[in-house]
Nanobody, 121 residues
Framework: QVQLVESGGGLVQAGGSLRLSCAASRRTFNNYAMGWFRQAPGKEREFVAAISRSGGSKYYADSVKGRFTISRDVAKNTVYLQMSSLKPEDTAVYYC??????????????WGQGTQVTVSS
């Protein structure tokens, strides 16, 4: 059973920062590429960022490039999304995802429950 548990969402003012965490089962983390997606009200889920199984490659959506950073900590079986210079349009439910290495940069086989990020203007 693949398990992904997100945390770290919340309310922040525009220009602020948040760090999202996604804790994965050990088996998942060592064998899969990881990613973050988001879904705003009334919109489809969209890709945000991904990191390869080794951590040596990262890929970002144009809308977050230069503001968000994805990373993974093997010792903690956790993937992070550091979000800076947040904008109201970043408001969404953020989902962690995992998938086999060949799915990189869009791993989407397994999903977490999501964490809400709200950016006020």
């Amino acid at each position: 059973q693949v398990q992904l548990v997100e945390s770290g969402g919340g309310l922040v003012q525009a220009g602020g920062s948040l760090r999202l965490s996604c804790a994965a089962s050990r088996r998942t983390f060592n064998n899969y590429a990881m990613g973050w997606f988001r879904q705003a009200p009334g919109k489809e889920r969209e890709f945000v960022a991904a990191i390869s199984r080794s951590g040596g490659s990262k890929y970002y959506a144009d809308s977050v490039k230069g503001r968000f950073t994805i990373s993974r900590d093997v010792a903690k079986n956790t993937v992070y999304l550091q979000m800076s210079s947040l904008k109201p349009e970043d408001t969404a439910v953020y989902y962690c995802a995992a998938g086999p290495p060949e799915d990189y940069p869009h791993p989407n086989d397994y999903w977490g429950q999501g964490t809400q990020v709200t950016v006020s203007s």
